[in-house]
């Protein structure tokens, strides 16, 4: 159980349409209710509902982010990109940044630092999403990849209060399975500790469920999570959040 201000994030990735919209009736009752007095929670859907989203939340405290951007900030052509200003003319206040669905796809530490200088130039707070693969973890490599990835991914950029770090191992993400509870506090004390401002949020994302939260609420360090598959269902969302407070 946790008193602590929390961060519900939800990754809707490339899932949802209009008719999706109707699942939000739910939450939005529920984020007016006491059980969320002490946390926020914002959704990232796919570009294509941000601005029906924005509507939607109009009289409530859910945000709304994206899911990645173009790294400039200038407009121009780049045939299906849009970038931070556009997210957030349309009604964004965060964006994700880094997932390792885009490092995968060739997303470099070099362009994410570009992306995450030009989101916080629009004033979009970020979610700078870290962590190892599989075969690094075997290595005994996460915190040496999770130096790196802080390193260049935030090279000079000094003021960090509207970055949220969000360490996602790759071997959890849809997987089902979750780091051990004594690792996972070690990791993100190491994530911390790589701040001088201790007040640095780190979310933790990966395989998120309502069952699994009893375990994953008493990792005490942990400011929140990124929930992927569960947060597309109202009731499993609505559930995780619950959990982290009972
Ligand atoms: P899952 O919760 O589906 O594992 O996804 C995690 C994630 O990638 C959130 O960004």
């Keep these: 159980m946790t008193n602590k201000y929390m961060y519900f994030v939800a990754n809707w990735k490339m899932y949802g349409n209009l008719s999706s919209l109707n699942t939000l009736d739910k939450v939005i009752k529920f984020s007016k209710s006491k059980e969320i007095k002490r946390g926020r929670l914002i959704y990232c ?17 859910i945000g709304i982010g994206g ?4 790294e400039s900030k200038n407009y121009g052509a780049h045939t299906g990109f849009v970038n931070c ?23 470099s530490d ?20 870290i962590g190892e693969t599989l075969n690094e973890k075997r290595k ?7 130096s790196k990835q802080i390193k260049t ?21 849809g997987s089902g399975i979750i780091p051990k509870p004594q690792d996972l506090l070690k990791t993100v004390k190491f994530i911390k500790n790589k701040f001088k401002d201790r007040s640095t949020k780190v979310l933790y994302g ?12 008493e990792i005490n360090n942990i ?23 009972t």
């Excluded at 995450?116 to 629009?122: D, F």
């Excluded at 990966?206 to 609420?217: A, H, W």
Aim: net charge positive; charged share 20%; glycine share 6%.
């Design 45 to 61: 859907p796919p570009n294509t509902l941000i601005s029906s989203f924005s509507k939607k939340f109009r009289n409530c405290q």
């Design 206 to 217: 990966g395989s998120v469920n309502p069952q699994n939260i009893t375990n994953l609420r």
């Design 223 to 245: 400011d929140g999570f990124l929930i992927g598959g569960a947060s597309q269902n109202a009731k499993k969302f609505i559930d995780i959040v619950k959990k982290t407070y």
């Design 85 to 107: 200003h556009m997210l957030k003319n349309i009604g964004a206040h965060f964006v994700i940044i880094g997932h390792s669905e885009n490092r995968e796809k060739g997303e």
């Design 110 to 129: 070099k362009l994410i630092n570009q992306k995450i200088k030009s989101a916080l130039e629009a004033k979009l707070k970020v979610i700078f999403c």
């Design 140 to 146: 005994k490599k996460t915190y040496s990849i999770l």
């Design 67 to 70: 899911q990645n951007c173009h």
């Design 153 to 173: 991914g935030l090279k000079n950029i000094k003021n960090k209060s509207n970055i949220f770090l969000a360490y996602e191992p790759v071997w959890a993400i």
